[in-house]
């Protein structure tokens, strides 16, 4: 039988082979001659303390043991072309291992994606970063993969059903992503691998019979007695189904607001909003790592930091070492901040949403618009940041420091964000509220990051696409909308995840628990 050791070494040791077989067969008490196999099953950085380790949870085979490398082979897919049909509205994270799982279970998927597929994307990121032209179905949200296919592939949930969490990474796996997804505490695919997964993805959806359609959006649900019929597409087609699963993502506004005008319930739900902040990543390990040169061993250093201030919580969010700020708008007339990292976090920056935390008292203002007066507050703030920047895709921004003390920057240096800044004080982009609130936590994540706070950072308004500003409710059991007989809210846009493994996971719960209603 193998051994189970829990260990922690520097971060040498954990980063060479050979140095890491003699140190277990020191732990173990034998020769490095004996010891045939080391298999770390979890890894994790402890920086704590001045002298940095890293902590390692491994399997030791002596020579006289057996090792047999586990292959994380993908299930036996079946070809479902003549099975019934369920309709996946949003081929993100959720919509994608919604159709997979549904596959397994005998059905045939049918999604519907707004927007291109991962190649046809990129020129319409091209275009938004450099012509500052917005295509409204193809962008950094929505499109093949979703919102998470360019916005860095972090792979990490607060979800405690750490079977489902694996099952998800082991099927990433055996789609092609590294197998240190497994083992890290804080897995990352990166932005730059993600693409060829997700294509992988669908690649095997329509080998085994489903159906993906590109640059088809839903207008219309034909609902009939509050049963699901099917949907209406831009095109005037109709596709029949009496199972669907809507999973479009917390950027698409017109479906909560078809949903709305159908008089279908959805709720506000309260979201966070802030800034994106960036600093060097070079400033970030020296804080982080306690040390002037993090040197070959240690990756880029992340940070994560939440204060209470004023009754809020003000928090980091989506934090991307060695990374950059991207333009996240999805339509013309406003502008949006997000960050992803390529695989190796290889940038000079290092970026972080900094957020606060919102109450549904918060969207009185617009209380007329009833269940979107969430929405349209978001969007209010995103259209002033539009403006105020000059009316294209530059960003409004604003030295740290200056930003605390009200004082307009008099420059910015050129950040990570292609499309640009304007130097903008930043009390005119948000409510008075939001930036006081947001003037004194930045004071505080100073007093508890010593360095944080220095006026070589530069804040970029605004970060405001955190999670769905509406929830579209549903069964606690049979996860069906109350109302809508066949229609399952699913992932960030519905308000029940926050990421891509918890979207992807309630993807495959909502397929179980459509199949389990089919086998009544």
Known sequence: ????????????????????????????????????KVVILKRSIDARQKSIKVNLKVSVYLIDEKYTEQKNELPNYENVSNKQEVIIVGAGPAGLFAALQLIELGLKPIVIERGKDVRGRRRDLKAINVDHIVNEDSNYCFGE????????????????????????????????????????????????????IIQD????????????????????????????????????????????????????????????????????????????????????????????????YLPPAPYSIVKQVNGRGMYSFCMCPGGVIAPCATSPGEVVTNGWSPSKRDQATANSGIVVELKLEDFKPFEKFGPLAGMEFQKSIEQKAWHLAGETQKVPAQRMIDFTQSKVSASIPKTSYVPGTTSVEM??????????????????????????????????????????????????????????????????????????????????????????????
């Not at 260990?7 to 050979?18: G, H, K, R, T």
């Open 1 to 36: 039988m193998p051994q189970e050791l829990q260990l922690q070494v520097s971060p040498e040791i954990a980063a060479n082979e050979s140095l890491l077989y003699e140190h277990v067969a020191q732990i173990v008490r034998v020769s490095t001659k004996l010891v045939s």
């Open 427 to 520: 009390g005119q982009v948000f409510p008075d509220f939001l930036t006081q609130i947001m003037r004194e936590g930045f004071s505080e994540f100073g007093k508890a990051i010593r360095g944080y706070m220095t006026n070589e950072a530069i804040l970029h308004a605004p970060e405001s696409r955190t999670s769905s500003p509406v929830r579209i409710p549903r069964d606690n059991e049979t996860l069906e909308h109350p109302q809508i007989k066949g229609l399952y809210p699913c992932g960030e846009g519905a308000g029940f995840a926050g990421g891509i493994i918890s979207a992807a996971i309630d993807g495959e719960k909502c397929a179980l628990k459509i199949a389990q209603s089919l086998l009544k």
């Open 201 to 296: 993805i669908r690649e095997k959806i329509i080998e085994c019979g489903g159906k993906v359609l590109f640059e088809t959006r839903v207008i219309d649900f034909v609902v009939k007695n509050n049963e699901m019929q099917g949907v209406i597409t831009q095109n005037g087609d109709t596709i029949s189904a009496n199972k669907l699963i809507l999973a479009t993502g917390h950027s698409a506004r017109d479906i909560f607001e078809l949903l709305d005008r159908k008089k279908i319930f959805i709720e506000a739900k309260p979201f966070a909003l802030g800034v994106r902040a960036e600093h060097s990543q070079e400033l970030i390990d020296k804080i982080q790592y306690s040390c002037d040169y993090r040197g070959e």
């Open 145 to 196: 993969g979703g919102a998470g296919t360019y916005s860095d592939g972090k792979l990490y949930t607060r979800s405690k059903k750490r079977g489902d969490v694996d099952r998800i990474l082991q099927l990433l796996v055996g789609f092609g992503a590294t197998p240190d997804i497994l083992v890290e505490a804080h897995p990352h695919i990166g932005t730059n691998k993600l693409p060829q």
